[in-house]
């Protein structure tokens, strides 16, 4: 079965860094884009980063972008997320997920996230 | 970006009921439209897909539909297990932009 487990998460200092990772299982990993996707205590759903299957397309929200760094390793079914220049309003619950998606005239467009890990909390403070 | 406005933010309804939540979008997403469940603690869990697909797995007292700018996600007869909170989310305007809606929290009254 699909199996997604975060590491990584814990106290930082704001301005400091913290790399989470994402270990895949059951499931082709090679196959599948993959995302980030948040949630600060009490509050809604963020979306965060996501990489293409290869790790050649990647995109950022607006309010992590220049910070964060999304990447993959496929030989070890593993997705990371390198976060720098921690805030305060970075403090959440931080999922990754699968995404499943479809090809229009653009290319291979995200739609929807169908396995999701069950998170790992980064808390940014002083 | 575009905007998804869900309403009610919070419902109390009892075992049995026939309950609906609304997800509207700023502009139109054609049927790019997707519902997830949350319980307390938990990762979210795929509902439904492009406004009406039932992910496997997925009790058929949930559905959705709608298309352009409005949404709804219908639970037929409401189980103790259903309370939770319920988020929309669009696809239409990726890379990169995916929204969600705020949520709807779903209490027993």
């Known amino acids: 079965q699909v199996q997604l487990v975060e590491s990584g998460g814990g106290l930082v200092k704001p301005g400091g860094s913290l790399r989470l990772s994402c270990a895949a299982s059951?499931?082709?990993?090679?196959?599948?884009?993959m995302s980030w996707i948040r949630q600060a205590p009490g509050k809604g759903l963020e979306w965060v980063s996501y990489?293409?299957?290869?790790?050649?397309?990647?995109y950022y929200a607006d309010s992590v972008k220049g910070r964060f760094t999304i990447s993959r390793d496929n030989a070890k079914n593993s997705l990371y997320l390198q976060m720098n220049s921690l805030r305060a309003e970075d403090t959440a619950v931080y999922y990754c997920a699968r995404a499943m998606g479809y090809y229009d005239s653009s290319g291979y467009e995200i739609d929807y996230f169908d396995y999701w890990g069950q998170g790992t909390l980064v808390t940014v403070s002083s | 970006d575009i905007q998804m406005t869900q309403s009610p933010s919070s419902l109390s309804a009892s075992v049995g009921d026939r309950v609906t939540i609304t997800c509207r979008a700023s502009q139109s997403i054609s049927s790019y439209l997707n519902w997830y469940q949350q319980k307390p603690g938990k990762a979210p869990k795929l509902l439904i897909y492009a406004a009406s697909s039932l992910q496997s797995g997925v009790p058929s007292r949930f559905s959705g539909s709608g298309s352009g700018t409005d949404f709804t996600l219908t639970i037929s007869s409401l189980q103790p297990e259903d309370f939770a909170t319920y988020y929309c989310?669009?696809?239409?305007?990726?890379?990169?932009?995916?929204?969600f809606g705020q949520g709807t929290r779903l209490e027993i009254k």
């Open positions: 990489i293409s299957s290869s790790g050649s397309t990647i």
């Open positions: 059951g499931f082709t990993f090679s196959d599948y884009y």
């Open positions: 989310q669009q696809s239409y305007s990726t890379p990169p932009g995916i929204t």
